[in-house]
Nanobody, 126 residues
Framework: VQLQASGGGLVQSGGSLRLSCAASGFSVDYYALGWFRQAPGKEREAVSCISSSGGATYYADSVKGRFTISRDNAKNTVYLQMNSLKPEDTAVYYC????????????????????WGQGTQVTVSS
């Protein structure tokens, strides 16, 4: 079982990035997927999560209206489109999967996610 995150990088304030996370070794069809981030000296926090059906989503208040989570079960992949990036979005971003859960159950806390990717660095310059 592996989650491989990619798409991070250095971007100027106001710019955009699209993170991808490809799962292998299992099918994500019945798994909720999420993106978390951890800045230096801070706790890892939930950024956005999506239920296995895609019918329910969660966004942290700090990213609402700027980030969009989506999933493509055929590609076993979850995405995070990040627009209007701010310096405070700088962090290592981790993807995670949790479950299996019923279709619209939406976990948003770390302990509900059993598999984690390795993280991808996002740096937003001012």
């Amino acid at each position: 079982v592996q989650l491989q995150a990619s798409g991070g990088g250095l971007v100027q304030s106001g710019g955009s990035l699209r993170l991808s996370c490809a799962a292998s070794g299992f099918s994500v069809d019945y798994y909720a997927l999420g993106w978390f981030r951890q800045a230096p000296g801070k706790e890892r926090e939930a950024v956005s999560c999506i239920s296995s059906s895609g019918g329910a989503t969660y966004y942290a208040d700090s990213v609402k209206g700027r980030f969009t989570i989506s999933r493509d079960n055929a590609k076993n992949t979850v995405y995070l489109q990040m627009n209007s990036l701010k310096p405070e979005d700088t962090a290592v971003y981790y993807c995670a999967s949790g479950g299996p859960y019923i279709s619209n159950y939406l976990p948003v806390v770390k302990k509900e996610f059993g598999y984690w990717g390795q993280g991808t660095q996002v740096t937003v310059s001012s």
